[in-house]
C-alpha cells in the first residue's frame, strides 16, 4: 500500500455505538490529521498529531476522541455519535508541520463515510 | 468574515479556456497557500503550494499570490472536462499547525 488509507471506506453506526475509524500513513511523514466534511461545508480540521503529540484540539466534542500510537497509525474512536456527525472523515499527514517548502504539504487519505442513524 | 474566502460557483468554462478561481485570506500572518482539487466522492488531491508573492506554474496550472491583497488565485489554462471539480484554498495562518480550507468553488468545464 503506498500513500494515506483509510478503513473503513463506509460506516453505518446508530448512536448508541462505538466504532473507531483507522488511518495509515506510508510516507515516513511526522503529523497526522483528521478533518471532517460535511455537505456544503468547508474541510474543519479535528486534530492535528506531530510526532505522535496532540497539538491542536479544535473545539471537538468528546464522543470523538483520537489517538496516535504510533507516527503512521492514527485513529478517531467513536461513542455515542449524533446524526449531525454524519459526514466524510478525511485522515492526512505531512512531513513536517508548520514548515514552508512543500514539508508541510499535506496528503489526504480516501476518507470514511460516516452515516450515524 | 471567513478565514478562508472562495466563491461557491459553479464556474462554467468552454473547453480550451482559461479557469480563472479566487480566494481571500483574513490573517495577513499567512504564510503557505495550497490549492486543492476534490472530485465528487474522492478526496483533495494537491495541486499547487505557493509561498512567496508571484507567479508559479506547473503545466498548465498558475498560482498567484499577493499577499499585500491578502489574494491568491489559480488560473487554469486549456481548460478540458477533466478538470471540472471542486477547488479548494487552504492556507496555513500565523498557527504553525493550523491550515484554514475554504468551502471550494466548483468548476465545470463545458465541451
Known amino acids: 500500500e503506498t500513500g494515506v488509507t483509510q478503513t473503513p471506506r463506509h460506516l453505518v453506526m446508530g448512536m448508541t455505538n462505538k466504532k473507531s475509524l483507522k488511518c495509515e500513513q506510508h510516507?515516513?511523514?511526522?503529523?497526522m490529521y483528521w478533518y471532517k466534511q460535511s455537505a456544503k461545508k468547508p474541510l474543519e480540521l479535528m486534530f492535528v498529531y506531530s510526532l505522535e503529540e496532540r497539538v491542536e484540539n479544535n473545539s471537538v466534542p468528546s464522543r470523538f476522541s483520537p489517538e496516535c500510537p504510533n507516527s503512521s497509525h492514527l485513529f478517531l474512536h467513536l461513542h455515542t455519535l449524533q446524526p449531525e456527525d454524519s459526514a466524510l472523515y478525511l485522515c492526512?499527514?505531512?512531513?513536517?508541520?508548520?514548515?514552508?517548502?512543500?514539508?508541510?504539504?499535506?496528503?489526504f487519505g480516501p476518507g470514511t463515510r460516516l452515516l450515524v442513524l | 468574515q471567513k478565514e478562508v474566502e472562495q466563491n461557491s460557483g459553479p464556474l462554467s468554462v468552454p473547453e480550451g479556456a482559461i479557469a480563472s478561481l479566487n480566494c481571500t485570506y483574513s490573517d495577513r500572518g499567512s504564510q503557505s497557500f495550497f490549492w486543492y482539487r476534490q472530485y465528487s466522492g474522492k478526496s483533495p488531491e494537491l495541486i499547487m503550494s505557493i509561498y512567496s508573492n508571484g507567479d508559479k506554474e506547473d503545466g498548465r496550472f498558475t498560482a498567484q499570490l499577493n499577499k499585500a491583497s491578502q489574494y491568491v488565485s489559480l488560473l487554469i489554462r486549456d481548460s478540458q472536462p477533466s478538470d471540472s471539480a471542486t477547488y479548494l484554498c487552504a492556507v496555513r495562518g500565523s498557527s504553525a499547525s493550523k491550515i484554514i480550507f475554504g468551502s471550494g468553488t466548483r468548476l465545470s468545464i463545458r465541451p
Open positions: 510516507l515516513g511523514h511526522n503529523a
Open positions: 492526512a499527514s505531512s512531513q513536517e508541520m508548520g514548515l514552508a517548502g512543500g514539508q508541510e504539504t499535506q496528503y
